[in-house]
């Protein structure tokens, strides 16, 4: 696969049901990070994956929201009950190594809209 | 403060003027830094990457980096309507894991 993949691209929800988005990483990237962004807003950092460990999950905006990560490949996003306030584009990004030192390549995000 | 600070704009530049980024950040240690460009609607994009002090130059942009002022900056020469886009720095920082961090971009609006 050439880039990163997200999927589903969007989805619309009821409010209160649980949602999965998933991602695919560029193959061999072992960084992988979720950020949300709001309509018109910055980068919201929510969880930083090196390999299949989390070394921070400082981001995650509340009990509500999970990640995991299988190996060094897909990770999902789990949002529980959710709430219009979860309503964004919510963007997958991976890098080679650590990912400090390697530029992020971004998916092309899941817009979730709960109604 | 924040690690990583841009300002949000608008910065309004007339067609093929010089528009010109800044991004400071906090972390003294840091050693990569990344220019990504954004359209409304779309995913970040990379644009340009620099690792050491001075100047890197790619086609009409180039990246400036002063790590004793812990700035960078970046400069789009000749620039056009096509440029309009929210420019976001990202920074690793050394003393957060490693980890890549964004300032809060700057929208950058180019005038025919």
């Known amino acids: 696969g050439a880039g990163v993949s997200q999927s589903p691209s969007n989805k619309v929800t009821e409010k209160g049901k649980d949602v999965e988005l998933r991602c695919d990483p560029i193959s061999g990237h072992t960084a992988l990070y979720w950020y949300r962004q709001r309509l018109g807003q910055g980068l919201e950092f929510l969880i930083y994956?090196?390999?299949?460990?989390?070394?921070?999950k400082s981001g995650l905006p509340s009990d509500r929201f999970s990640a995991e990560r299988t190996g060094e490949s897909v990770s999902t996003l789990t949002i529980q009950r959710t709430q219009q306030e979860d309503s964004a584009v919510y963007l997958c990004a991976s890098s080679f190594r650590d990912g400090g030192n390697s530029p992020l390549h971004f998916g092309n995000g899941t817009r979730l809209t709960v109604t | 403060q924040k690690e990583v600070e841009q300002n949000s704009g608008p910065l309004s530049v007339p067609e093929g003027a010089i528009a010109s980024l800044n991004c400071t950040y906090s972390?003294?240690?840091?050693?990569?830094f990344f220019w990504y460009r954004q359209y409304s609607g779309k995913s970040p994009e990379l644009i340009m990457s620099i690792y050491s002090n001075g100047d890197k130059e790619d086609g009409r942009f180039t990246a400036q980096l002063n790590k004793a002022s812990q700035y960078v900056s970046l400069l789009i020469r000749d620039s056009q309507p096509s440029d309009s886009a929210t420019y976001l720095c990202?920074?690793?920082?050394?003393?957060?894991?490693?980890?890549?961090?964004f300032g809060g971009g700057t929208r950058l609006m180019v005038k025919p």
């Open positions: 972390d003294r240690v840091s050693q990569s």
């Open positions: 990202a920074v690793n920082m050394r003393n957060a894991g490693n980890m890549l961090t």
């Open positions: 994956f090196q390999g299949n460990s989390a070394p921070d």
